[in-house]
């Protein structure tokens, strides 16, 4: 596959830093305070804040194919409704009735063609319009146009279904915020992909603790000794500041072969894991061949829930097909649930040391440098230096 500019010059830089016997590095150690893991006063602020203005990935394009599917999402703590209209077009509801607040859709996931909240029937279209009101003469006056769902900014972009979990009043701007990764995200082609397996784990552990396991690589020939170690160079991530996104580009073992290969050949794709991180929650993580895509959400104090997708290139009726094929892409799936598992289980651990307040700070290293990149988003986000771009600010 070709690589683009980007790309080369990522390689670039594993080839240089592997002749120096060096790595990507920041300028600084960050002393990160665990308040800001801990504090709950805080987490009340990311989730009013992080959680509530910014874009969530929710879904792939495949999981409302068509009009009238649709699924739910609960962990943001908004009962959000995702499904698509007659007309093609991806829609997100709070899941809440208009008439006494009963949540409408209780079905994970499914295809309809009218939602009806099941305490009195109040029934809703698939572009969230009240059509019917059982026994209406008990509602004299009451306007249909002014009761139907809440809607929610919702994105379908690069495959992905994309909600941010607040109603608004200005149009944000998916396109401008999704801008600093869009080469590399179009490149996945993930319109194409299907969804081979989809879980959510439920983590004893704040939300910060999950996210940073995939902000830097420095751990894995401790945490993932026997698995995760010897499929990479170690400790050699390049890390791009695509703010407030980051690009963690993690080069395979092999990666320093490319030095004998001409730029023109290099192929970044074949040669590297990347675990880009799209503010504020979200991880698009391609492999050679197939992609990961989650969220860490926090669900309260010292919890959170992990939501992942495994899309691969490859349709069910395809896989369903081919023996062997589905062996590999279910020993693919095997291998990142126990990757995966090994990062929760030292998170777990981590969260229940909190308390002692043995650490004020945490120290970030200089080659940690997804942690530090995305920290200065946050902090930014919470302290409102940084916003979601509007389609009206930016004309
Ligand atoms: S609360 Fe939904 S119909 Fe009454
Ligand atoms: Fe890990």
New binding site residues.
Partial sequence: MRSSDEEIDIIRRTLEYSEAGSTHLEPDVLRNPVSHYADPMRLQREQSILFRQFPIIVGHTSDVAAPGQFFIHDETGVPILVTRTREGQVKAYINV??????R?VTQPKGQAATFS??????TYDLAGRLRGIPQAFGFDGLKKEEHGLVELPAFERFGLIWVRPSVSDSAMSIDAWLAPMAEQLASLDLASHHVFRAWTVELNMGWRIALEGFQESYHFCSAHKETACSAYLDNQSVFLDQYPHVRHAVPLADAVALRNQPESEWDYRANYMTQNYLFPCNFVQSMTDHVYIHSVIPTGPGTSVFKCMMLIPASPEEVAENAKAERYWEANYNVVRTVFGEDFAIGEGIQQGLATGVNEHFVIGKYEAGIQLAQRAIDDALEGRLVCPDVVSLQ
């Fill in positions: 009735c208009r008439h006494r607040g009963g409408i909240c099941p305490y009195h029937s109040w």
